[in-house]
């Protein structure tokens, strides 16, 4: 019995293990193509529904969904009603991806470790590492199914099994809330589901227990979303509590129903395994239709009852000054250039927040977001100066060339942050005051194209943040490569914005200088971010000397 336990334990934590690999691999390759996708969800609901299964089968993952969608909404560029049709979406297709891989796929596991792992260990391109540990991920998942289909198949005929599954179809309650526990202490409803399936098609439970379990990791799915965004921005925790409501209230309406009627079977084709995966999305896909019509009115009682809390923009900035820099490092110069790190990381965090609702106060003028990036520029201004004086006080006599790089490299970074946080506060904020002045509204084509930049900007953002830290060459290449594909984003948009002018369009004609001196300021912010890139690619002899081409002469 021992030895089974550990067998079974250690198949749900290579499951888990692995459903997080694919995510983490998605995330690393593709972050930035996933949040522009994310900007154009905003079309309708259905499409922004549509947006969030697709997300959810990329990523393997409502939760990760859930976490871009709260960025999103905190940020303002989120809607409330477009984030809870994208999270109803995102629940139908983490439904999908279990249901999936709840097929027997045994014979593909040996391939694709053996396909993942080749292209890992040998690929150069960061992407087709990342597509190895993806293919890595769902062939551990595969893997750890059939561990968790052997540890149970000893329990078929166990006695106290039978007890047990007596005592939970006698209470279904039961079963449902412990589901719910675990999938929340688990922090995968994908994982949860594939466990209860692979119990089913072994034989262990019947479908209405089955069923009670699904239904209970549905509602502990939702939990986690809500947990997770308790002390975020009131946007966002509208957003989960609107999707807890529907989901969850749904598996609780659900569970009800099947007591009441005393539902053992719901005449679904094929084992206990197929029932339980069958019911699983067609729940998910009954809650997502009746739930879109919804979404709207949902999201304006969402907006009465769910209040901003006076405090909750001093307790964010009070968090955020905290400084970083150790005034005491006893001579260790590392110690003192990881401190700056650290510094340097809280101030680019400032940035961040000033940077995600530039795109919301541009469009309505968001109030209490354009007091928040006037509140934190000076404060990115004393970060910036902190760290030039707290770096300019070290003994650089002393220090190593490596020493004396890094910390070159951290002062040019944070005069970067500043002068993008200059960039936000003054320019941006100034072409939002001009639009609302003059009653401004950019072209449907025009502000699509700054959307597509300002997500772009925001991904280079956090990759900057990994070169800072890890001093990677593969993501140094690929955040010089954003920079080129953000200049042509921006010669794209000056392009079609005159093209727009050439043919009359009243709204480019009024917007144009406008249009135009965002494009220049989100490139620019962008080419400031990326600069950290350029002295790591140097120092390795990854950069050539001049970009000039020879004299003809020569």
Same mark, same amino acid.
């Given at each position: ?35 522009? $996708? ?7 609901? =259905? ?20 976490? /871009?969608?709260?960025? =999103? ?10 984030? /809870? ?17 709840? =097929? ?19 690929? !150069?391109?960061? #992407?087709?590492? #990342? ?66 399936? $692979? ?75 197929? #029932?339980?995966?069958? =019911? ?49 490092? !006893? ?224």
């Amino acid at each position: 019995m021992y030895f089974i336990i550990v067998h079974l334990v250690a198949a749900i934590v290579l499951l888990l293990w692995a459903v997080r690999m694919v995510r983490t691999a998605v995330e690393r390759a593709y972050s930035a193509q996933l949040k522009r $996708t994310l900007a154009r969800a905003e079309r309708s609901a =259905f499409s922004a529904a549509m947006v969030g299964t697709g997300m959810a089968v990329a990523l393997q993952s409502s939760t990760a969904v859930a976490a /871009l969608a709260s960025s =999103f909404a905190s940020g303002g560029l989120l809607a409330g009603s477009t984030g /809870l049709a994208l999270m109803l979406g995102a629940y139908f297709g983490s439904a999908l991806v279990a249901s999936v891989l709840s =097929f027997d796929l045994t014979l593909l596991t040996a391939p694709l470790i053996i396909l993942g792992g080749t292209l890992f260990l040998r690929a !150069n391109d960061r #992407q087709m590492k #990342q597509l190895g540990r993806m293919i890595l991920g769902v062939a551990f998942v595969l893997l750890s199914l059939e561990m968790v289909s052997e540890a149970t198949a000893p329990w078929r005929d166990s006695e106290v099994l039978a007890v047990a599954i007596d005592y939970l179809r006698g209470d279904p309650w039961t079963g449902f809330l412990v589901a719910a526990i675990i999938t929340w202490l688990s922090y995968s409803s994908v994982a949860s589901v594939l466990v209860i399936i $692979t119990f089913g098609t072994a034989g262990v439970i019947p479908f209405e227990v089955a069923a009670a379990l699904v239904l209970g990791a549905n509602l502990g799915g939702t939990l986690i979303a809500f947990g997770m965004t308790r002390g975020a921005d009131v946007r966002a925790r509208r957003i989960s509590l609107g999707a807890l409501l529907f989901r969850g209230g749904a598996a609780i309406i659900c569970l009800i129903v099947i007591e009441v009627l005393q539902v053992h079977t719901l005449g679904l084709p094929g084992n206990v395994g197929l #029932q339980a995966s069958l =019911f699983h999305s067609a729940f998910n896909f009954v809650v997502m239709i009746l739930g879109l019509p919804l979404v709207g009115p949902a999201s304006r009682l969402l907006d009465r009852v769910v209040k901003e809390s006076p405090a909750d923009e001093t307790a964010d900035l009070a968090r955020l000054r905290r400084p970083a820099l150790a005034t005491d490092s !006893n001579g260790n110069v590392d110690a003192a250039l990881a401190s700056a790190t650290r510094e340097l990381l809280r101030m680019s965090e400032m940035v961040e927040v000033m940077l995600q609702p530039a795109m919301e106060i541009l469009k309505g003028g968001d109030k209490t977001a354009i007091r928040r990036v006037k509140a934190l520029e000076p404060e990115v201004d004393r970060a910036n100066a902190s760290i030039k004086l707290f770096l300019s006080q070290l003994d650089w006599d002393k220090m190593d060339e490596g020493q004396v790089s890094r910390a070159s490299d951290l002062s040019t970074f944070a005069i970067g942050l500043e002068q993008a946080g200059d960039i936000i506060a003054r320019q941006l904020l100034r072409v939002a005051d001009q639009l609302a002045e003059r009653h401004l509204t950019f072209s449907p084509q025009g502000w699509q194209e700054l959307l597509d930049l300002h997500a772009r900007v925001l991904g280079n953002l956090q990759l900057a943040l990994n070169v800072l830290v890890s001093e990677d060459i593969e993501s140094a290449r690929q955040l010089v490569a954003e920079k080129d594909a953000v200049g042509v984003l921006e010669r794209s948009s000056m392009n079609q914005h005159f093209a727009r002018l050439r043919k009359g369009d009243p709204n480019s004609f009024e917007t144009s200088e406008l249009h135009l001196q965002t494009v220049r300021s989100l490139r620019h912010i962008n080419s400031l971010l990326c600069g950290v890139a350029y002295s790591i690619l140097s120092e390795q002899g990854e950069l050539l000397g001049s970009k000039l081409a020879r004299s003809p002469g020569q």
